[in-house]
């Protein structure tokens, strides 16, 4: 009797199972999945089998019917391997150990399985999984029932020697040159608390292509000086990003030792190594916008006016992805009234927003543009609770439900994902259906979720526009986008691409460094600001107190003794153009919006008065967040960034910190303006520096401040006049202009100047030759 006869029962059970029959690299050719390329093609597997059983009674004999036929086995797994295809190695690894089990009667199996050309940059990538008869049914054996595939402690998904260039070690020429590293990865599914999963199903918790799209991205971008930090940070991203249960990474360094093939580190880590580390970081960063931890300040007027947003409860414990939409009435209003709406009661707290974008209508095209956003919400809802929610607030703006589909409505607001989950009944449909061939979708939630991944088609947010605006490309060449990101100004939507803005200076004070006493009084102020319109500012922005280096501060009266007289008489004569008000007090901000004010520009970025953020918040108007250190008596002396001296670096750094305390306050991220401080903090080298490098913060993909319009303000600084030997700052202008220029070349949105008439023409010719 041969092997291929035996019944289960005719298996030598007794006896234990110590011996191992193997089949090493069994090469066959199939379409699992896609190759490299994310193509479906057929590529080469390569098969491990190790079957354990006891070969005593075949040793003992040397009689063929005790043994298990090696040929039989390769060939019966060859077979079944090359017949069929299938979407994932895990469905082919399970399904190759059942038919081993059922015919070739193998007690116990381990099944490897490579794919030499799943990926680029790997050797290979692919799925180890050990089973024995007991894991299946007789049904699920015979292939009367279907199987689906389930995962064990001991299975894992592996990515075998990934090539990547960094920056890593402690040497100074370590820190200089990118050098190869060689990462192993072993994912364990088999810890996941999830249910049994369809037959041929990837997770997109256990797709290895995704997952090393993710480390790749991250450690391409990274520059560690020790192993040991490096390994941690693949792992604590694999779990946190891509939300594997337990992996284990090894980093080996081939360059690191002269004389030895490699040095690294393994280490093995799970989501209960990170979780208290994790819990601690979360309470202080949702913290950090609550109004009653700010001392002194509960029991003031103002307080009782702000929003109070503290930490945000455990139990909204989904995240949700939302996009709004309107393009009746006032757009940008609808929107905020929107998310405004979405927090009342205790079950929604908005946590992030994108930007905005002024797009053209898509499927109904006789209608006006809409105003598109994103938003990131936390929740307690469940699907249908929240539709039910978002249906209630539309109704309540005023959306006609009976109207034609895709037609013009006061606010639109679809759900795109809820968590990573897949759903689908006749009223909802997660993740969002048409998401994936929508730019004024992808464009605003790319900025707040380019990393997070659609959890049917495995492709970061990102990638998905990517393969959008290539589609475009293709189907029109050379086509402009007609997509504009946008921001609120007065009632009005200002496209940032379609010109730099001018700031124009009004100080009505005393002792401001080039004209302080100029317009010390309401009518003399409220007559340059139209003077300054006249010559073609964009903005006023009314300061009353100067900032300059070593100047005295003045009190909240004075300064809105100063300020607020000249919003309101301006405002009385019908004067209609955006106003900023330039002050880094919370109070002074307030009154001055009150009055008529549509902007404000804190040169502290909300560090002289954490109040700042509740105000701006409050008035949803937009705000410019300044990088300074110290205040005007001591900034001149904080100019040391390090033995770099690398200012725009640290620039980037703390303008991300006072941005994200601004979001997490509830200011819009379509509200916020960077500035990166000339002459505050710095230098005349350092402002220099700035301008020079001004395109690695407003341009590089890699800076915390990309996509933020930037405001630059190099007007008659101390920097220029020493540079022109021009110790007069009112016959600077010149030396502005070229400061002007650079700006514009370097990304600016908006310049901030003293000599409106002369500096409009400098930006017409900047603007004609870097903008369009």
Same mark, same amino acid.
Request: net charge negative; hydrophobic share 40%; proline share 5%.
């Given at each position: 009797?041969?092997?291929?006869?035996?019944?289960?029962?005719?298996?030598?059970?007794?006896?234990?199972?110590?011996?191992?029959?193997?089949?090493?690299?069994? @090469?066959?050719?199939?379409?699992?999945?896609?190759?490299?390329?994310?193509?479906?093609?057929?590529?080469?597997?390569?098969?491990?089998?190790?079957?354990?059983?006891?070969?005593?009674?075949?040793?003992?004999?040397?009689?063929?019917?005790?043994?298990?036929?090696?040929?039989?086995?390769?060939?019966?797994?060859?077979?079944?391997?090359?017949?069929?295809?299938?979407?994932?190695?895990?469905?082919?690894?399970?399904?190759?150990?059942?038919?081993?089990?059922?015919? +070739?009667?193998?007690?116990?199996?381990?099944?490897?399985?490579?794919?030499?050309?799943?990926?680029?940059?790997?050797?290979?990538?692919?799925?180890?999984?050990?089973?024995?008869?007991?894991?299946?049914?007789?049904?699920?054996?015979?292939?009367?029932?279907?199987?689906?595939?389930?995962?064990?402690?001991?299975?894992?998904? &592996?990515?075998?020697?990934?090539?990547?260039?960094?920056?890593?070690?402690?040497?100074?020429?370590?820190?200089?040159?990118?050098?190869?590293?060689?990462?192993?990865?072993?994912?364990?599914?088999?810890?996941?608390?999830?249910?049994?999963?369809?037959?041929?199903?990837?997770?997109?918790?256990?797709?290895?292509?995704?997952?090393?799209?993710? #480390?790749?991205?991250?450690?391409?971008?990274? !520059?560690?000086?020790?192993?040991?930090?490096?390994?941690?940070?693949?792992?604590?991203?694999?779990?946190?990003?891509?939300?594997?249960?337990?992996?284990?990474?090894?980093?080996?360094?081939?360059?690191?030792?002269?004389?030895?093939?490699?040095?690294?580190?393994?280490?093995?880590?799970?989501?209960?190594? &990170?979780?208290?580390?994790?819990?601690?970081? %979360?309470?202080?960063?949702?913290?950090?916008?609550?109004? @009653?931890?700010?001392?002194?300040?509960?029991?003031?007027?103002?307080?009782?006016?702000?929003? %109070?947003?503290?930490?945000?409860?455990?139990?909204?414990?989904?995240?949700?992805?939302?996009?709004?939409?309107?393009?009746?009435?006032?757009?940008?209003?609808?929107?905020?009234?929107?998310?405004?709406?979405?927090?009342?009661?205790?079950?929604?707290?908005?946590?992030?927003?994108?930007?905005?974008?002024?797009?053209?209508?898509?499927?109904?095209?006789?209608?006006?543009?809409?105003?598109?956003?994103? +938003?990131?919400?936390?929740?307690?809802?469940?699907?249908?609770?929240?539709?039910? %929610?978002?249906?209630?607030?539309?109704?309540?703006?005023?959306?006609?439900?009976?109207?034609?589909?895709?037609?013009?409505?006061?606010?639109?607001?679809?759900?795109?994902?809820?968590?990573?989950?897949?759903?689908?009944?006749?009223?909802?449909? #997660?993740?969002?259906?048409?998401?994936?061939?929508?730019?004024?979708?992808?464009?605003?939630?790319?900025?707040?979720?380019?990393?997070?991944?659609?959890?049917?088609?495995?492709?970061?947010?990102?990638?998905?526009?990517?393969?959008?605006?290539?589609?475009?490309?293709?189907?029109?060449?050379?086509?402009?986008?007609?997509?504009? %990101?946008?921001?609120?100004?007065?009632?009005?939507?200002?496209?940032?691409?379609?010109?730099?803005?001018?700031?124009?200076?009004?100080?009505?004070?005393?002792?401001?460094?080039?004209?302080?006493?100029?317009?010390?009084?309401?009518?003399?102020?409220?007559?340059?600001?139209?003077?300054?319109?006249?010559?073609?500012?964009?903005?006023?922005?009314?300061?009353?107190?100067?900032?300059?280096?070593?100047?005295?501060?003045?009190?909240?009266?004075?300064?809105?003794? =100063?300020?607020?007289?000249?919003?309101?008489?301006?405002?009385?004569?019908?004067?209609?153009?955006?106003?900023?008000?330039?002050?880094?007090?919370?109070?002074?901000?307030?009154?001055? #919006?009150?009055?008529?004010?549509?902007?404000?520009?804190?040169? !502290?970025?909300?560090? =002289?008065?954490?109040?700042?953020?509740?105000?701006?918040?409050?008035?949803?108007?937009?705000? +410019?967040?300044?990088?300074?250190?110290?205040?005007?008596?001591?900034?001149?002396?904080?100019?040391?960034?390090?033995?770099?001296?690398?200012?725009?670096?640290?620039?980037? =750094?703390?303008?991300?910190?006072?941005?994200?305390?601004?979001?997490?306050?509830?200011?819009?991220?379509?509200?916020?303006?960077?500035?990166?401080?000339?002459?505050?903090?710095?230098?005349?080298?350092? !402002?220099?520096?700035?301008?020079?490098?001004?395109?690695?913060?407003?341009? !590089?993909?890699?800076?915390?401040?990309?996509?933020?319009?930037?405001?630059?303000?190099?007007?008659?600084?101390?920097?220029?006049?020493?540079?022109?030997?021009?110790?007069?700052?009112?016959?600077?202008?010149?030396?502005?202009?070229?400061?002007?220029?650079?700006?514009?070349?370097?990304?600016?949105?908006?310049?901030?100047?003293?000599?409106?008439?002369?500096?409009?023409?400098?930006?017409?010719?900047?603007?004609?030759?870097?903008?369009?």
């Amino acid at each position: 009797m041969s092997a291929a006869e035996h019944t289960k029962e005719d298996t030598v059970v007794d006896l234990p199972m110590t011996d191992k029959i193997c089949i090493k690299d069994l @090469s066959v050719r199939n379409i699992i999945g896609v190759d490299a390329w994310e193509r479906s093609k057929r590529q080469p597997i390569i098969i491990n089998l190790v079957v354990y059983t006891s070969v005593s009674q075949a040793g003992d004999t040397d009689h063929l019917p005790y043994s298990i036929h090696y040929g039989v086995l390769c060939k019966t797994v060859e077979a079944h391997s090359e017949k069929s295809e299938f979407r994932s190695v895990e469905a082919l690894a399970d399904s190759i150990a059942r038919v081993v089990i059922s015919k +070739c009667h193998a007690p116990k199996i381990t099944v490897r399985i490579d794919k030499p050309r799943a990926l680029l940059h790997a050797a290979s990538a692919g799925v180890e999984i050990t089973r024995s008869r007991s894991d299946y049914t007789e049904g699920e054996l015979t292939g009367t029932v279907p199987c689906p595939v389930r995962f064990n402690q001991h299975d894992i998904i &592996f990515v075998k020697d990934l090539k990547l260039s960094c920056i890593i070690g402690v040497n100074p020429w370590e820190r200089e040159e990118e050098q190869l590293v060689v990462l192993n990865l072993q994912i364990y599914p088999g810890m996941d608390d999830t249910p049994d999963r369809r037959a041929d199903y990837v997770s997109s918790t256990h797709n290895y292509r995704t997952i090393v799209r993710t #480390i790749t991205k991250y450690i391409e971008a990274s !520059s560690y000086k020790t192993v040991e930090a490096f390994v941690t940070s693949v792992a604590r991203i694999a779990i946190e990003k891509c939300h594997v249960s337990k992996i284990t990474v090894k980093m080996e360094k081939p360059s690191a030792i002269v004389f030895a093939g490699s040095a690294g580190v393994e280490i093995t880590r799970d989501r209960a190594f &990170f979780a208290s580390a994790a819990a601690a970081n %979360k309470t202080h960063t949702r913290g950090v916008s609550s109004i @009653s931890t700010i001392p002194g300040f509960g029991n003031t007027p103002l307080a009782s006016t702000l929003p %109070k947003r503290g930490p945000i409860p455990e139990q909204l414990s989904h995240e949700v992805y939302l996009a709004l939409g309107s393009n009746l009435g006032d757009s940008a209003a609808n929107l905020t009234n929107a998310l405004k709406m979405l927090e009342q009661g205790d079950h929604v707290r908005v946590v992030d927003t994108s930007f905005l974008y002024e797009t053209p209508p898509m499927y109904v095209t006789d209608q006006p543009p809409f105003l598109n956003a994103a +938003c990131k919400i936390r929740t307690d809802l469940t699907p249908l609770e929240l539709l039910k %929610k978002i249906k209630d607030i539309e109704a309540e703006m005023g959306r006609d439900f009976n109207t034609i589909r895709n037609g013009p409505r006061p606010i639109d607001i679809d759900i795109l994902l809820y968590d990573s989950i897949e759903y689908k009944d006749d009223v909802l449909t #997660i993740p969002h259906i048409a998401m994936q061939e929508r730019e004024f979708v992808l464009r605003p939630l790319c900025d707040i979720a380019k990393d997070v991944e659609h959890p049917k088609l495995y492709r970061h947010i990102s990638q998905l526009l990517s393969q959008l605006l290539l589609k475009q490309e293709e189907a029109s060449p050379g086509s402009d986008s007609n997509i504009h %990101k946008s921001f609120p100004l007065r009632r009005k939507i200002v496209h940032w691409d379609a010109k730099t803005l001018i700031m124009g200076i009004l100080n009505t004070t005393p002792d401001s460094f080039s004209d302080g006493g100029d317009y010390s009084t309401a009518e003399a102020a409220a007559l340059r600001a139209q003077q300054l319109i006249d010559d073609g500012a964009d903005i006023i922005d009314i300061g009353g107190m100067s900032t300059r280096p070593n100047s005295e501060e003045i009190s909240e009266e004075e300064e809105i003794r =100063r300020v607020v007289p000249v919003i309101q008489l301006l405002r009385a004569r019908g004067f209609e153009a955006p106003i900023s008000v330039d002050t880094f007090r919370a109070v002074v901000a307030d009154k001055a #919006i009150e009055a008529g004010a549509d902007l404000i520009n804190d040169v !502290s970025a909300g560090k =002289r008065d954490p109040a700042m953020y509740g105000v701006m918040a409050k008035w949803n108007v937009p705000v +410019c967040l300044m990088h300074m250190r110290g205040d005007s008596k001591t900034m001149m002396s904080q100019t040391d960034y390090g033995a770099k001296n690398d200012v725009v670096g640290e620039i980037g =750094r703390d303008l991300s910190k006072s941005i994200q305390r601004a979001i997490a306050a509830g200011v819009h991220r379509w509200n916020i303006i960077p500035d990166p401080g000339i002459g505050f903090a710095k230098d005349s080298e350092q !402002s220099l520096q700035v301008l020079r490098r001004l395109p690695e913060l407003t341009q !590089s993909e890699t800076s915390p401040l990309v996509g933020y319009p930037c405001l630059v303000g190099p007007s008659r600084k101390a920097f220029i006049g020493q540079l022109t030997q021009q110790p007069d700052a009112t016959k600077r202008a010149w030396g502005t202009a070229a400061a002007c220029t650079a700006s514009v070349a370097g990304g600016a949105g908006i310049v901030r100047v003293h000599d409106v008439k002369e500096i409009r023409d400098v930006i017409k010719v900047a603007d004609a030759i870097w903008r369009v």
